[in-house]
């Protein structure tokens, strides 16, 4: 049975650093609430000039370095994203081109921050399928661009960067002791469209418009979805709980991490964090997160990972897979 196994991942974060303090002198706000309430002590945010296909091209190069591959050797490309550069040409076609890459296929996947656990399930289907031998994913996002910076209920939480991996074919068992994707569980139910959106795109506005959220009920969802696509997943895998050695979460908030892990029955130990220096990077905080950890060398061969992720939709889902 074929795979998709990982066989590289890359990041890149922008230079500018924002810690909370900054917001202190401009909003009703402190250092203090923002640790308190969601974790985050500081963002990146992208330079004027830089735009997402610029964050997911030096992502991309990492990852493919990681991989020990040239562009020329990937099929297809996915961008996670909610901030393209344009309407249109897709950011995965610039990065494409930004690769020098000159064959293949690429094209970018919209599910806001469950962008990258869908870009996941869509690769997974495609590599198993046959279509593609190799897909490079990314996800990448600047969300300075669409905040507003009169909202502290939005515009605290959010920051820039761009994660990426790449997936290979590999033949296995058709057994949970394989290597790769093991299962996914994708959802969404478009009645939650109001709970958090952006106010603005083409056929609307004319403009990119601004992020608006309920915090609180995105926040009471995200508890109780999480844990359930995780535990659907890992049915699916015929896995339990107990057999995961990492969680890979959506870094939007440590106290919707820390519910889900508990509702996991997981310690936190087994938990990858990346909040506090990332803020929430919407569909990069995953690849994000995976490419800190593998850097820092702490997945071994055979650990089981699960991914999980909820966004505006509502849209959320998640992946296990072996490392
Ligand atoms: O990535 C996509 C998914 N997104 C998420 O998962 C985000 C989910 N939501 C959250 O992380 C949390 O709901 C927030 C961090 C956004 C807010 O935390 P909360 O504990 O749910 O607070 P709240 O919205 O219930 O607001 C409590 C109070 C309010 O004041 P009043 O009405 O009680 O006087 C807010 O106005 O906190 C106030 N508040 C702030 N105070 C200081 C909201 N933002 C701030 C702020 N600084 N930045």
Redesign the pocket.
Known sequence: MRRAIVRGTGHYLPERVVENSW?EDK????DE??RA??GIERRHFAAEDQRTSDLGILAAQAALADAGLDAGQIDAVIVATSTPDLTFPSVATMVQAGLGMRRGFAYDLQA??AGFVYALANADAMIRAGLADRVLLIGAETFSRIMDWTD???C??FGDGAGAVVLEAAEGQGTSADRGILATDLNSDGQYRDL?YVDGGVASTGTAGHLR?Q??L??RH?VEKLADTAHRALDRAGLTPEQVDWLVP?Q??L??IEATAKRMRLPMEKVVLTVADHG?T?AASIPLALSVANAEGRFKPGDVLVAEA???GLAWGSVVLRW
Not at 27 to 30: A, E, G, I, N, V
Request: hydrophobic share 45%; with cysteine; net charge positive.
């Open positions: 917001f909003l009703d706000t402190s609430w923002i309430r969601t806001v921050c502290r209920g939005t605290v939480l958090l959220m915090g609180n995105v926040f995200a959506h939007a908030n106290r919707i929430n919407s909820i966004g505006g």
